[in-house]
T-cell receptor
Framework: ETGVTQSPTHLIKTRGQQVTLRCSSQSGHNTVSWYQQALGQGPQFIFQYYREEENGRGNFPPRFSGLQFPNYSSELNVNALELDDSALYLC???????????????FGQGTRLTVV | TQLLEQSPQFLSIQEGENLTVYCNSSSVFSSLQWYRQEPGEGPVLLVTVVTGGEVKKLKRLTFQFGDARKDSSLHITAAQPGDTGLYLCAGGLGGSARQLTFGSGTQLTVLP
């Protein structure tokens, strides 16, 4: 059973550019969530995808968008990058809510994004 | 907005000592999870507690969920250098991993 994998592991972008981060969910998990973790902080929920549709969103502007594909993998896109977007971006996959009382989230190792 | 406050923010202790980390909120959560995160890695789930007053033990780690499901604590007995890491509590709603609200974390360093 493969775990959650994210790519790339590190990325440096210039302010104003666009970036795409990728996530492959754990086998059998069709729910994917994205989190932003700034240095010294806990992760903050960006949004969640279930069956290729957005299924909940945190307090992030529209320039943060995502996709989920039929194989449950997911992308996080950020347009018009700002310096404050520099953070560790975490992807977490889980079983669908209806299948468990407490569906645990399993995290990937993250993508470290630096905006200069 | 639901907030989780963790304390202390930093903790440095000697090997063999005991410690307790606290996670408090003004909101009620249906479940609360504890994670440990090491540098360059994603958080790894340690435990999920769902019932008010619940106590769970994982080897030298003891987790408690407050009766009102607003607070939790993590107690480590006889800490070891391998326990070093960032400990995060996260509250969930509806018993799912749909959206987790994380605390800011406690950075634990156990010195040999």
């Amino acid at each position: 059973e493969t775990g959650v994998t994210q790519s790339p592991t590190h990325l440096i972008k210039t302010r104003g550019q666009q970036v795409t981060l990728r996530c492959s969910s754990q086998s059998g998990h069709n729910t994917v969530s994205w989190y932003q973790q700034a240095l010294g902080q806990g992760p903050q929920f960006i949004f969640q995808y279930y069956r290729e549709e957005e299924n909940g969103r945190g307090n992030f502007p529209p320039r943060f968008s995502g996709l989920q594909f039929p194989n449950y993998s997911s992308e996080l896109n950020v347009n018009a990058l700002e310096l404050d977007d520099s953070a560790l971006y975490l992807c977490a996959s889980s079983l669908p809510y209806r299948q468990g009382l407490n569906t645990e989230a399993f995290f990937g190792q993250g993508t470290r994004l630096t905006v200069v | 907005t639901q907030l989780l406050e963790q304390s202390p923010q930093f903790l440095s202790i000697q090997e063999g000592e005991n410690l307790t980390v606290y996670c408090n909120s003004s909101s009620v959560f249906s479940s609360l999870q504890w994670y440990r995160q090491e540098p360059g890695e994603g958080p790894v789930l340690l435990v999920t507690v769902v019932t008010g007053g619940e106590v769970k033990k994982l080897k030298r780690l003891t987790f408690q969920f407050g009766d009102a499901r607003k607070d939790s604590s993590l107690h480590i007995t006889a800490a070891q250098p391998g326990d070093t890491g960032l400990y995060l509590c996260a509250g969930g709603l509806g018993g799912s991993a749909r959206q987790l609200t994380f605390g800011s974390g406690t950075q634990l360093t156990v010195l040999p």
